[in-house]
């Protein structure tokens, strides 16, 4: 049913439609009892524990654990030996606080797997896989990757997630996702890409084509031994993310898209898409591949960067948002001092990224754009191919980046046939890692545990 229909039901209705949902889960995790009538059947038909038409049984806990980690071992135990069972509310259990609320991960099993169960679990979960909890740590340092060095943000331990950031942004973009995933048990890493921070800025334009974007990440993958890793990418990122997950998919088993869904090739290159889609006007990547927009940029660092995240984000007025488009001989749609700082921005972060842009300018993310036309004529055996990685995308309702990616947005599921979840964050612009980073975390946390539980079921 769609969430319309749900919301349209009555109370007796809905609660009715909860328990059909509930008891078909719990029949498909066989939780299921023999009836207490007897069955008749051939004599020659082995006597089974599970009936199909036998009455549901009522699943009982029979341990509780404070991490879901430990959790999720109890359960790989149990199952190893045979014993259905499941974590209750496992999708709710990647916040903190829901846990506490429901006083920890509780494994759940049929009645008569319990006295069983409880005897495995009382020899204790196998000391080689249980994960120390994050020590709440954040480390920077540098990576050797695709001949430059690589600065990187990382936190926590496990399976490996990488956040790569978009224009013009550096990896604190991730700040609010990296140590909360690092707290889910996961390695989080937020690189400053290519030409951003303190990367290295390489000076050929041609150093910053699709395949050298892709090949630093699948080069910090492989330094960091974390293959196969998952891939999340807001923006440019996101463009890196997919054309990484096309290009490497031995590398990358999950993809997580942010802001800007997957693109297929087009039947023409960028600059020929931009004429046709918007006729007699200039689209602002346009004004960024032109000479002129490092000065235009320069002219200001601070307010240049607080236009754009004030302006693109949910909190800007409707008649002030950026618009993707302008009139020939305009000046650029960005105004020299929005009013004040967004509510989700810190003064610290805005400087931060505003010194280090002050230090290196801007070349290297423009120069991202500038290799446009020259990514498409290079990657004609990308013709016809679709996303085939387990994929999450998430924007904002109000970002303005869907009025020109419309198609693209519109036929996810035919492009991305794995597709998990289509999110639109109500009333969240292009911005909404920072925007609203406790929604894009349990988002995210949600598509790493589903992810994770599939590994596990192989």
Not at 17 to 32: N, Q, T
Not at 185 to 211: K, N
Not at 309 to 333: C, F, I, Y
Not at 409 to 438: C, F, M, S, T
Request: hydrophobic fraction near 40%; glycine fraction near 8%.
């Amino acid at each position: 049913m769609s969430d319309g229909e749900l919301l349209s039901l009555e109370r007796d209705d809905l609660m009715e439609v909860a328990r059909e949902c509930y008891d078909a889960e719990v029949k498909r995790r066989s939780l299921k009892r023999r009836s207490p009538v007897p069955v008749e059947r051939d004599a020659a038909e082995p006597e089974s524990e599970f009936e199909p038409d036998s009455a549901i049984e009522e699943p009982v806990a029979v341990q509780v654990f404070r991490y879901l980690g430990e959790g999720r071992l109890a359960r790989d135990l149990l199952q190893a030996e045979g014993i259905p069972c499941y974590l209750e509310n496992e999708h709710l259990l990647h916040d903190p606080l829901m846990v506490d609320s429901l006083g920890g991960v509780r494994v759940m099993v049929p009645v008569r797997f319990e006295d069983r169960a409880r005897d495995l679990l009382a020899g204790g979960l196998p000391e080689e896989r249980l994960q120390e909890p994050w020590d709440g740590q954040v480390a920077r340092r540098f990576v050797e990757t695709n001949g430059i060095r690589m600065h990187i943000t990382e936190a926590g331990s496990g399976p490996l997630v990488v956040l790569l950031h978009g224009f013009p942004e550096l990896g604190s973009a991730w700040r609010h996702q990296l140590e909360a995933l690092a707290g889910e048990g996961y390695h989080a890493v937020a690189p400053d890409l290519r030409g951003y921070g303190q990367t290295d800025r390489p000076e050929a334009l041609e150093a910053y084509d699709i395949f050298q974007l892709t090949a630093d990440i699948a080069g910090l993958v492989d330094a960091l031994a974390g293959a196969p890793a998952v891939v999340a990418g807001h923006d440019w990122g996101a463009w890196i993310a997919f054309h990484c997950a096309l290009l490497r998919p031995d590398l990358f088993r999950g993809v997580a898209l942010l802001s800007v869904p997957f693109v297929p090739r087009r039947d023409v290159n960028e600059s020929q898409w931009e004429a046709r889609k918007y006729p007699g006007k200039v689209f602002y990547q346009a004004f960024l591949r032109s000479p002129v927009a490092e000065a235009y940029f320069a002219a200001g660092v601070k307010a240049r960067l607080l236009a754009g995240l004030w302006r693109l984000s949910g909190d800007s007025p409707r008649d002030q948002r950026w618009k993707p488009v302008t009139e020939p001989g305009a000046p650029p749609d960005l105004p020299a001092t929005p009013p004040g700082l967004p509510p989700w921005l810190e003064e610290k972060d805005l400087n931060e990224a505003a010194e280090e842009f002050q230090r290196t300018g801007f070349t290297g993310g423009l120069n991202y754009y500038r290799n446009m036309d020259r990514n498409w004529a290079q990657t004609p055996f990308l013709n016809g191919a679709k996303l085939l990685q387990r994929a999450l995308f998430l924007a904002g309702s109000a970002d303005p980046v869907l009025e020109f990616l419309d198609e693209e947005y519109e036929a996810l599921e035919a492009n991305v046939p794995n597709l998990w979840k289509k999110v639109l964050i109500p009333g969240a612009g292009h911005w909404i890692q920072q925007e609203r980073p406790d929604e894009v975390t349990r988002w995210l946390a949600a598509f790493l545990n589903e992810l994770e539980a599939g590994v596990r079921a192989q």
